[in-house]
């Protein structure tokens, strides 16, 4: 089991950023951000291994994920942010995706908290 806790949202302006810290309890080999809106599915946005990312094609290429192996630490990085971008950020160990990113599965880990995001003016 891996344990996962996300940090570092809050609320911001349309067009500003925000950076988003995933501490694991290991080092997953792909860990993914995901991202909850009420009413809607989970969605991945981001995914990285330690020598390849891949992302949700309609971010444009807003989001940029990285880790940092020595600290157990994931980042999604969050330029011109937009308002439908709101929603509970979680991060989580994958087991399969596919390369769009609309089908995954995750482990059978426990999901962390979370961190909200909200994009507001």
């Known amino acids: 089991q891996v344990e996962f806790a996300e940090s570092g949202g809050g609320l911001v302006q349309p067009g500003g950023s925000l950076r988003l810290s995933c501490a694991t309890s290991?080092?997953?080999?792909?860990v993914g951000w995901f991202r909850q809106v009420p009413g809607k599915q989970r969605e991945l946005v981001a995914l990285a291994t330690s020598g390849m990312t891949n992302y949700l094609d309609s971010l444009e290429g807003r989001f940029t994920i990285s880790r940092d192996d020595s600290k157990n630490t994931v980042f999604l990085q969050m330029n011109n942010l937009k308002i439908e971008d709101t929603g509970v950020y979680y991060c989580h160990r994958l087991i399969t995706w596919a390369p769009h990113l609309r089908t995954w599965k995750t482990a059978n880990d426990r999901w962390g908290q979370g961190t909200q995001v909200t994009v507001s003016s």
């Open positions: 290991g080092n997953p080999y792909v």
